[in-house]
């Protein structure tokens, strides 16, 4: 009898052995299908996370022989990917959308003024606002006029922006607010007239004199917007968002819910190019946190196609003399474009037409050729010269949303014209081009979802399988690509390719777990994927 419990013994002490040999860390995961998204695009098994990080990848047998974990994850077999990167998006514009009336989808203007009455009964607001109308989904496509809005609301404001954000509809008492009249001067844009009476469409530039009418959010209201956003999108699995245009005040909001522990998603946030931002930041440098990397400067190009305000070389096929305008002049554009090459800044243009992104192209290339790793950015590079591909490269990237080309494919060629047409959301050439593509979704112009980013991307239909064979398809990327565009390239564009975008030792532990396998199921079920688990330095934030 003592022989066989000396016997148990050794046998409870070995395991016990085995057991504190083990390496602690946080998180373990394993029995999962994870896509590294390394240089060799290689599959793994499983994972272990310790600080925030990635200490280990390999096999299910490998990782859970070598770790003990505070928390072990079974992943069911089920797909892991990096956390998605948004290189494109508007993220405090998101979360502030939620404050104001809402109207996406609308497929009349009818449908627009009862949202808006509707609206105003539950909130009565001195000054309503609200965003997401697009008159090419109506049965008439053209810009509505304020008269019906005068009718219900001669007295309060009301400014109702354009779902691309470079139109907006005001109403008379907005117009009177602003001091607009048939005599107001403006520079880049359009304030519309007919029959020499204001239609209440703004475009663009003149947009700035409402908007500097309304009252400032309160700090109350500035970081319920940020919290919302954030909750949205890691709800789609997003864990770094490139937040396209913001002001210092809200860039040092951001930082202190980082430091409070509240706002844990990573932000690439792009200064909105105004004479505040870039005296307080170019000449201090970048300032970086694990969360928050301030490193670039957003210049506005052009306006949109969908509001004829993208600067095109030739006239709108679908209005006569008609080119759209710059919303700068060129000199303006070339002095701040110097300003930020002279600094350690980046410089990320939104060009839409083809005019814009010549100019862009043509400035970025005189001042980058002597400059080896600037990673200067267009954004948008919708509608290219065939002539003008050749100037994108790693050093002039193209950030590119693939969801505005099935928005747009119903009405791009009545803009554009059928041989110019070929130049537009061009994908795979300018991948072919640049060697690599940065991948977002603009919203809230587009929606949050980034599953309709890879749909769009590599299919080119809507959701409804519209068009048969799919919009220009042999502009289409591949599942890899489009994968590498939402993760590791966009990582790249970021100058945060060693920290993120891919499941990797010594990497943050952002990743997230989904129901399906975006690279084997058929294509048209993953505008339907949802996102299990969201995860941002190994802590989970979101569970379905």
């Not at 946080?26 to 994870?34: E, G, Q, R, S």
């Not at 809402?102 to 000054?127: A, C, H």
């Not at 591949?478 to 975008?501: C, D, H, P, V």
């Not at 129901?515 to 294509?523: L, N, P, Q, T, Y």
Request: glycine letters at 6%; one cysteine or more.
């Amino acid at each position: 009898m003592k022989k066989l419990l000396f016997l148990f013994c050794l046998v409870l002490t070995g395991i016990s052995c085995q057991t504190n040999d083990k390496e602690k860390v946080d998180l373990l995961v394993y029995n999962a299908d994870v896509y590294t998204v390394n240089d060799s695009f290689e599959k793994a098994e499983a994972f272990a996370v310790k600080d925030g990080k990635f200490v280990a990848v390999g096999t299910s047998q490998e990782i859970r022989e070598k770790y003990q974990a505070a928390e072990v994850h079974d992943a069911q077999g089920k797909a892991v990917y990096p956390g998605f990167i948004d290189a494109h998006a508007h993220f405090y514009r998101l979360g502030l959308q939620q404050q104001r009336v809402d109207l996406t989808g609308t497929k009349s203007f009818d449908e627009v003024v009862s949202r808006i009455v509707e609206f105003q009964k539950e909130r009565n607001v001195d000054f309503i606002t609200g965003r997401g109308w697009d008159q090419n989904d109506w049965e008439v496509k053209e810009f509505p006029v304020k008269d019906t809005l005068d009718k219900l609301f001669p007295d309060t404001p009301i400014a109702i922006t354009r779902i691309d954000g470079h139109a907006m509809l005001v109403n008379q008492a907005a117009l009177d607010k602003a001091n607009i009249t048939t005599e107001t001067k403006f520079d880049g844009g359009d304030i519309e007239q007919k029959n020499g009476k204001l239609t209440g469409i703004l475009v663009d530039n003149p947009m700035e004199l409402v908007s500097n009418t309304m009252a400032a959010p309160d700090m109350e209201t500035q970081t319920q917007a940020l919290m919302d956003a954030q909750k949205i999108s890691f709800g789609y699995g997003l864990t770094t968002v490139d937040d396209a245009g913001i002001d210092k005040e809200t860039i040092e909001l951001m930082d202190s819910l980082n430091n409070a522990g509240e706002l844990k998603i990573r932000i690439y946030a792009m200064l909105s190019n105004n004479k505040k931002n870039l005296d307080h930041y170019l000449d201090k440098g970048p300032y970086k946190t694990e969360r928050l990397n301030v490193r670039s400067v957003k210049f506005y190009g052009d306006g949109a196609l969908g509001s004829r305000g993208a600067a095109l070389k030739k006239p709108y096929s679908d209005r006569d003399g008609h080119y759209g305008a710059l919303l700068s002049p060129v000199s303006e554009f070339k002095k701040t474009a110097e300003r930020v090459a002279n600094s350690e800044f980046q410089l990320n243009t939104h060009a839409i037409g083809d005019s814009a992104n010549y100019v862009v192209l043509k400035t970025y290339d005189s001042l980058l050729e002597a400059s080896a790793d600037r990673r200067w950015r267009v954004e948008h590079a919708q509608v290219i010269d065939q002539k003008d591909f050749k100037y994108f490269s790693k050093n002039i990237i193209p950030s590119v949303q693939p969801t505005h080309a099935t928005s747009d494919m119903y009405w791009a060629e009545d803009r554009l014209g059928e041989e110019r047409t070929k130049g537009a959301y061009a994908y795979k050439k300018l991948l072919d081009q640049a060697g690599i593509v940065a991948l977002g979704t603009d919203f809230p112009v587009e929606q949050v979802n980034p599953f309709l980013t890879f749909y769009a991307a590599v299919d080119r239909q809507d959701t409804e399988n519209y068009p048969e064979g799919g919009f220009m398809k042999e502009q289409a990327l591949s599942r890899e690509n489009t994968l590498k565009g939402m993760t590791i390239w966009a990582a790249y564009s970021n100058f945060e390719e060693q920290e993120k975008g891919s499941i990797e030792t010594g990497k943050f532990a952002d990743f997230i777990i989904l129901d399906r396998d975006i690279m084997k199921v058929e294509i048209d079920s993953v505008p339907n994927t949802k996102v299990l688990s969201t995860f941002v330095n190994g802590e989970q934030v979101y569970k379905n």
